[in-house]
């Protein structure tokens, strides 16, 4: 079974500063990992995946992630935090069957919430 | 495209009520999911459907919720009788059999008194 691990329920940065979400996962066969966005009293919002390929993931309003398989982590960077980043945000995983099609399950992390100061 | 649709948004019920909650998925969907969010637990999966057919259920939490998909367009999620303990945000998501990913509705915020 997998599991998603996020360090970090609450995260704080100045207007500018460089975000960073962290995101561990585990799973025995290949993942398929995916960074959601949840604005107050909306759903879920994807920001981007990562399936195959170009392990540097890059999303919606300049987030972008890199699957790093030797340390586990898919974490999700900003260069400069911007105030409508304020929001939570979820890790998850999901993974493949033997065909190569995703089961279609997602686990979900706990969700860390973004905070971003003037 | 209107996306995935719930209804309604917010629901007040109280103890012992019956509650159903409702999802349209995006047309052209095959795989649709419910979830459900609370402070404590996070986002859990109850249940989802695959072709209208329930592929696995494991994650609802008792036979007071049910879940339905007469067709391709209409889903329902009922909690009978309710008990202040459902008070959550439920959340109703699609996908394509090929896609991955998955795009969710605007949830249906239930308070049970």
């Known amino acids: 079974a997998q599991s998603v691990t996020q360090l970090g329920s609450h995260v704080s940065v100045s207007e500018g500063a460089l975000v960073l979400l962290r995101c561990n996962y585990s799973?025995?066969?290949?993942?398929?990992l995916f960074w959601y966005v949840q604005y107050p009293n909306q759903g879920l919002q994807l920001l981007l995946k990562y399936t195959t390929g170009a392990t540097l993931v890059k999303g919606i309003n300049g987030f972008e992630a890199e699957f790093k398989k030797s340390e586990t982590s898919f974490h999700l960077t900003k260069p400069s935090a911007h105030m409508s980043d304020a929001a939570e945000y979820f890790c998850?995983?999901?993974?493949?069957?033997?065909?190569?099609?995703?089961?279609?399950?997602?686990?979900f992390g706990q969700g860390t919430i973004l905070t971003v100061h003037p | 495209d209107a996306g995935v649709i719930q209804s309604p948004r917010h629901e007040v019920t109280e103890m012992g009520q019956e509650v159903t909650l409702r999802c349209k998925p995006i047309s052209g969907h095959d795989y649709l999911f419910w979830y459900r969010q609370t402070m404590m637990r996070g986002l859990e999966l109850l249940i989802y459907?695959?072709?209208?057919?329930?592929?696995?259920d494991s994650g609802m939490p008792e036979d007071r919720f049910s879940a339905k998909m007469p067709n391709a367009s209409f889903s329902t999620l009922k909690i009978q009788p309710s008990e202040p303990r459902d008070s959550a945000v439920y959340f109703c998501a699609s996908r394509t059999s090929f896609g991955e990913t998955q795009y969710f509705g605007p949830g249906t915020r239930l308070l049970v008194l």
């Open positions: 459907f695959n072709n209208n057919v329930p592929i696995d």
């Open positions: 799973s025995s066969v290949p993942p398929y």
């Open positions: 998850a995983v999901s993974v493949n069957n033997a065909g190569g099609t995703s089961y279609g399950k997602l686990t």
